[in-house]
T-cell receptor
Framework: DAGVTQSPTHLIKTRGQQVTLRCSPK?????VSWYQQALGQGPQFIFQ???????QRGNFPDRFSGHQFPNYSSELNVNALLLGDSALYLC??????????????FGDGTRLSIL | GQQLNQSPQSMFIQEGEDVSMNCTSS?????WLWYKQDPGEGPVLLIA?????ELTSNGRLTAQFGTTRKDSFLNISASIPSDVGIYFC?????????FGAGTTVTVRA
């Protein structure tokens, strides 16, 4: 039973570039959430996707966008990269049951470094 | 936004000791969760709590959902070397998780 998988594991970009990160949810899960974790801090919620639509968004600019595909996998896109975007980007999946989310399970993240 | 205060920020443990950490919030949560994160990995779910006052165990771990729905604690009994890592509390509300800053647990030499 595969857990949440993310790719790539590491990525180096320069300021102003664009990046796409990918996530495959745990088998049986239909909801994907993305989080940004800066060094020494807890994860911060970016947004959540369910039924291919953004359902909830945290306090992140429009440079951060996403997509969910019919097979429930998801992408996180970040445009016009800034040095402050350097972080571990985590994907979490869950199952929507009875109008509430079950616990979220995390992948191992993509470490993004901006030079 | 919701702020979770997690304490202590760090702790040193001796093998065999019992360990306790807690989390408080200015907001009410419907669910409290505790995760552990090891270097280079994502957070792993340890315990989920769904009801105020609920006390749940998972092996040597015990967690409680505070009656005010604004706090939770996690206890680790008889700690072992593999308990080192960063422990995060998270409150679940309105589809998203809000995390504390973590408690770093290190083994005392």
């Amino acid at each position: 039973d595969a857990g949440v998988t993310q790719s790539p594991t590491h990525l180096i970009k320069t300021r102003g570039q664009q990046v796409t990160l990918r996530c495959s949810p745990k088998s049986g899960h239909d909801t994907v959430s993305w989080y940004q974790q800066a060094l020494g801090q807890g994860p911060q919620f970016i947004f959540q996707y369910y039924e291919e639509e953004e359902r909830q968004r945290g306090n992140f600019p429009d440079r951060f966008s996403g997509h969910q595909f019919p097979n429930y996998s998801s992408e996180l896109n970040v445009n016009a990269l800034l040095l402050g975007d350097s972080a571990l980007y985590l994907c979490a999946s869950s199952l929507l049951q009875a109008r509430s989310n079950q616990p979220q399970h995390f992948g191992d993240g993509t470490r993004l470094s901006i030079l | 936004g919701q702020q979770l205060n997690q304490s202590p920020q760090s702790m040193f443990i001796q093998e065999g000791e019992d360990v306790s950490m807690n989390c408080t919030s200015s907001s009410i949560f419907n669910t409290w969760l505790w995760y552990k994160q090891d270097p280079g990995e994502g957070p792993v779910l340890l315990i989920a709590l769904y009801k105020a006052g609920e006390l749940t165990s998972n092996g040597r771990l015990t967690a409680q959902f505070g009656t005010t729905r604004k706090d939770s604690f996690l206890n680790i009994s008889a700690s072992i070397p593999s308990d080192v890592g960063i422990y995060f509390c998270a409150g679940h509300h309105d589809y998203k998780l809000s995390f504390g800053a973590g408690t770093t647990v290190t083994v005392r030499a």
